[in-house]
């Protein structure tokens, strides 16, 4: 149905920008946050290594609050189902890193996880439009992915206002992430072209008070969102 308009708004802060010797207790400086983003990097899809099944298993045990998982892997096809049978509340893999999107989301739904697909800034979202039904989410990345700390590409907001109307136009409750240099300044112009969930690395963990951060980005993010609401 048209006219549908997303007011939730969540802020998932990324652990990639906590210090990783200490990651059980930077996990309890966002226990406010929606969810905790674990950005699980190869140096194969990206030119970056951080952490791989065994790490995200122990932070899954000791997190007080639920995973969001964001592969950047290749051959996502055959490791992202694994990270679903760790319990994880969400798996989000990248389009350009599977051949089978469609099969591997039903494979993620199927193990009990929510399933998100990733596109990078230069992807387009048209070629996925019809598939947005098997999916829970999906995350436009707002820059390269990487790294923490890069700047927001605002060439990628076009494209979230295209996946924006194809989910309200449709009427599925599909969630759309950003990821990559949401701050207080530009979380405003992502909620405004559509996303509703917001991952926030440098600005959270990179604050004297994470806690205070997250809530600042949730004030911003949802006054923008209820802005757009018709009522
Ligand atoms: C980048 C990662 C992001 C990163 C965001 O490839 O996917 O999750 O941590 O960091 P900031 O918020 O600093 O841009
Ligand atoms: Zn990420």
């Known amino acids: 149905m048209k006219g549908t308009h997303v007011t939730q708004c969540c802020i998932n802060p990324s652990i990639l920008s906590a210090d990783f010797v200490n990651l059980e207790a930077e996990l309890h400086r966002i226990s406010n946050a929606d969810a905790v983003h674990v950005d699980v990097m190869d140096n194969h899809f990206v030119p970056n290594l951080t952490i791989g099944l065994p ?25 992202a189902p694994g ?13 350009e890193a599977s051949i089978a999107p469609i099969k591997l ?4 739904r199927a193990r009990g996880s929510k399933a998100g697909m990733a596109l990078r800034p230069g992807t387009p979202v048209e070629p996925y439009l ?12 707002t820059v ?4 923490g700390g890069q700047a927001f590409l605002d060439l990628t907001l076009p494209k979230i206002r295209r996946a924006r109307a194809a989910i309200d136009g449709s009427g599925i409750g599909v969630a759309i992430q950003v990821d990559g240099g949401i701050t207080e300044e530009t979380i405003n112009r992502a909620a405004e072209a559509g996303a509703n969930v917001f991952v926030a690395g440098s600005a959270v963990y990179g604050a004297e008070d994470p806690a205070a951060a997250i809530e600042q980005l949730r004030k911003a993010g949802s006054q923008t969102l209820r802005a757009g609401s018709p009522e």
């Open 55 to 79: 790490v995200v298993q122990r932070i899954q045990a000791v997190s007080p609050v639920p995973l969001d998982a964001h592969l950047m892997i290749a051959d996502a096809d055959r490791w």
């Open 83 to 95: 990270f679903a049978d760790a319990g994880l509340a969400s798996v989000t893999f990248h389009a």
């Open 105 to 108: 989301a039903r494979e993620l």
């Open 130 to 141: 019809d598939m947005l039904a098997e999916l829970d989410m999906l995350l436009i990345m």
């Open 144 to 147: 390269e992915p990487g790294f």
